[in-house]
Nanobody
């Protein structure tokens, strides 16, 4: 089993920035894709961004141009820089990991991001 630990959430004003990180540990040798989902109250969970060990990325249209995802393969860690935050970005953000992009076997505990207007 692999474990995912997120950090970096918090409260920020609209227009501000946050940087989230997620570190994978344990049995990480099968992990190729890592990314972030989010779930806002009363809404469906949605993929925000994902990245493979080779650098292929998938980013939701709602955050393109504002959020970037990067990865340090040596550390089994991904980062997400969130700029221009909006109140609608308020959600619990979950780190995910799996063998292929789009299929995730491991989930983190989630970190709250709250954007005040």
């Amino acid at each position: 089993q692999a474990q995912l630990v997120e950090s970096g959430g918090g409260l920020v004003q609209a227009g501000g920035s946050l940087r989230l990180s997620c570190a994978a540990s344990g049995r990480t040798f099968r992990i190729n894709a890592m990314g972030w989902y989010r779930q806002a109250p009363g809404k469906q969970r949605e993929l925000v961004a994902a990245i493979t060990s080779g650098g292929t990325t998938k980013v939701a249209e709602s955050v393109k141009g504002r959020f970037t995802i990067s990865r340090d393969n040596a550390k089994n860690t991904i980062y997400r820089q969130m700029n221009g935050l909006k109140p609608e970005d308020t959600a619990v953000y979950y780190c995910v990991a799996g063998v292929i992009l789009g299929t995730y076997d491991y989930w983190g505990q989630g970190t709250q991001v709250t954007v005040s207007s």
